[in-house]
């Protein structure tokens, strides 16, 4: 005990020996406001040393002792900062801002988050593939399903229906006399009964008792016309009703209009609002992706609307089917896999799943001890300018000791975490959603080859463009507020003027999308050319309207937008440059002139067994000159 006091006292002479002999003016003693900036004159560099009670000679210069003793206007003329104790400080900060490379140069520290970085680049990017291929798969059965129950169950179906031809000049599948109606609904309930022999899938109806197809129908209570007078006695209270049809095999002579009457309900047009066919499907998904390989069993919920709300004259017919995996029928499904090569794929996809979960718990909890060691940190510091220089750290200083680049990557280790979680479920037949698998992984790849930038940004050359971006961003936010006023001004003067005339029009969505492909060129002349000329006040409405938002939106506002950014770009490319620190924090760290590979950065560690032992015996720990004498 007796040699740690009389260290303390050894280097306490040292620092008043070297308070003592500095030749820094004190000015103003009735404030304590300290000034960071470093002294540019040449003849100030003239190093002073001061022994250390290990033999040990700190090198300091004149300008380092400057930033430590310059107290401008201070209240507090009698505080002083020992020169160890703020160049311990000052290395703390600068090691812990410092760059991978850098930090191994420093202390030999492995860059683990760095590799595990892009470890999970390949790895998930490899799992994003291999799930793609079995998704898009998935996706696909549907879809043809979906087109192969239009052509089953519509009648006169044609093929150009199918097809993406833009513009789109398709007429809409619609009927228009009655008995065509009903011929359309007989139709339906033939085909249904009849699917097992009139299609070419793998479809199965349900059980005799659950084999129903539903009618729901919409109607107003009331909707009378009286044609001697030319009036309309309505009521516009919706009623609805169902009624189930019992499906057997080959209902050939069935007809929806004498089955409704003897349910003592009859279809009236006039009244009838909405009307719909609702029947299930069972069919199975054979797989060709080796990674999941198992079949699965799905239930099509098809649904036949008949659209006449509009009471336009025309009934409008879309067929909706939504799949849905049945996960009951699937665990009893068996399937034999005599491919050992298959076996082996499927084994190697499981792993990769197991690495990659893993690696995201790692990375994650790396991530988090960053995170709780920059909090520590900034603690640290708050406490030592408050306490040495009666300063406040400003918010944004602050803020820079939390590093949003590990949240973003953890955020991202959790949605990879879940996803293949939920993925190694559905190889297991135990989870069916893949879509929402799909949003995960795809979601977490994302983020996870953003968070790569992170490291690029170390480099002047990569980090200009980041930096300009979080720079430009306020300004950016503002701007586009503005914008968005006279974007969303145009936006709902067209929806409502253009609306019932053009197709790219007729919602407010549609109209938001169609203003947006306009702004960067997209099919002018084909939204020239769609407008409808019938109504000549609204097509001349119309070609003002387009030309003005293409002119203001394409040379003013987007050209103004460019202009914010680059004016930032230019600012940061120049601040960079010349070098020059955006707060106080970053001028105090800069005082620091010791490189990496000087040495100063390092620690001595102490082994598990020897701390064992120093706590067992009660030993002091014996400071040196890296110990920071902070209390």
Sequence with gaps: MSSAVARRAAVSHSIDRDRSGSEVSREGLGSAKVDYQPSNSTNMRNNLTSADPNGISIQRDDSEEMSQERLTDSAYSNCYTPPQVENMMQRELKYFFMNPYEKYKARGRKPWKLCIQILKIVLVTTQLVVFGT???SVVTFMEENTKAFEHIFLP??????????????????????????????????????????????????????????LVYTEEYTKFDVVTEYNCYDLDLKIVKNKTYIDVTTNMTGFHLKDFMEEQNHTIKFDRLKFMSLNFTINSVHVKNSKSLSEPDCVNFHVKVHYDNTPHSGRIAVKLLADDKIDENCTKHTRSHIADLDDYGWRTAVTGLDVVIIILCLVSSILCSRSLYNGYLLKKKTINFFDRHYQKKLSRSEKMTFLNLWYVMIIISDVLTLAGTVAKI?????????????SLLLGAGCFLVWFGIIRYLGFFHSYSIPVITLKVAMPNVMRFLICASIMYLAYAFCGWVVLGPYHKKFRTMGITIACMFSLINGDDMFATFEAMSETNKLIYYFSQLYLYSFISLFIYVVLSLFIAVIMDTYETVKEFHERGECENDLQVFIKQCDDTPDSGCFRVETESATRKFLRRCCKRNNQPNEYTPLMD
């Design 425 to 437: 479920l559905i190889q297991e037949q135990k989870f069916s959603d893949y879509d929402t698998v």
């Design 156 to 213: 006169d179906w044609q093929s150009a229906f199918d097809s993406g031809v833009y513009p789109n000049t398709k007429s809409q599948y619609a009927l228009y006399e009655t008995d065509e109606f009903f011929e359309h609904v007989d139709y339906v309930v033939k085909q249904y009964s009849n699917l097992n022999t009139v299609a070419i899938g793998t479809y199965v109806l349900p059980p005799e008792p659950e084999r129903q197809i």
């Design 134 to 136: 079995n998704q898009f």
